[in-house]
């Protein structure tokens, strides 16, 4: 196993170990799946944090000693995608990337498919593939362009140059830079942080924020009313809707069902 699962209250902490760089190959990326897709069915867990093991990378990305051996950068990584999350559609819960070094090529990718990220002031991000004649199309010539100003994610996709954690942080790419020493106990912080929200309420803004990305703002609040968006749905007429106003003005913490 490559992956270890852990669950610690009702976060799933789920950690890439595959020395020496964390590289991801189809056996992986299978295995990443499968904690994502229990995230998904276990009711107990709210989120997950994702990690590496280590101190010095995140993941490599794609493992290029597989690609000798014979696997094709068209391999099939499984209905997640490469590294279980970048093409996973339906995810209601939240992950947070805790990136504990370097995240280069498929890793940044993975990161970039997170929610949000919280990183090790010497963790550093970059998209090589364009020096080894390969497109980043596991979602970083996709999802950069919308998380940075197009000038500096063209930039990066153009060169493979690296970013430091602390101009990521300048340009909003990330949510948090600690010490390395800090870095889970951070990302279970904002976790627990998360998870005193409620849970319908979350899942929502999931699933709002899939379905209106690509719209503008009129088009995404008619796609939003159009009463097709289950978690949505089930959140306006949900029991915790009720609950949240009724804590507020008791002033009282809310008790959240999750219904």
Known sequence: MTVRVEV????????????????ID???????????ERLQEDKACRLAVLTGAGDRFFSAGWDLKAAASGESIEADHGPGGFGGLTELKGLRKPVIAAVNGLALGGGFELA?????????????????????????????????????????AMEMLLT????????????????RVVAASSLIDEAMRLGRDICASAPLAV??????????????????????????????????????????????VERRPPRWLGH
């Open 203 to 248: 899942a929502a803004i999931k699933e709002i924020t899939e379905a209106t990305v690509a719209l503008d703002l009129d088009e995404g609040y008619r796609r939003m009313r159009r009463g097709d968006l289950p978690s949505y749905q089930s959140m306006l007429s949900s029991e915790d809707a009720k609950e949240g106003p009724q804590a507020f």
């Open 26 to 36: 189809v056996s992986t990326s299978l295995e990443l799946y499968d904690a994502f």
């Open 112 to 152: 970039l498919a997170a929610d949000l990220l919280v990183v090790a002031e010497h963790a550093e991000f970059s998209l090589p593939e364009v020096t080894l004649g390969m497109v980043a199309d596991s979602g970083g010539v996709l999802r950069l362009p919308r998380r940075l100003p197009q000038a500096v």
């Open 160 to 175: 493979g140059r690296r970013m430091t954690a602390a101009e990521a942080y300048r340009w909003g790419l990330v949510n």
């Open 8 to 23: 610690e209250g009702e976060v799933l902490v789920v950690t890439l170990d595959r020395p020496k760089a964390n590289a």
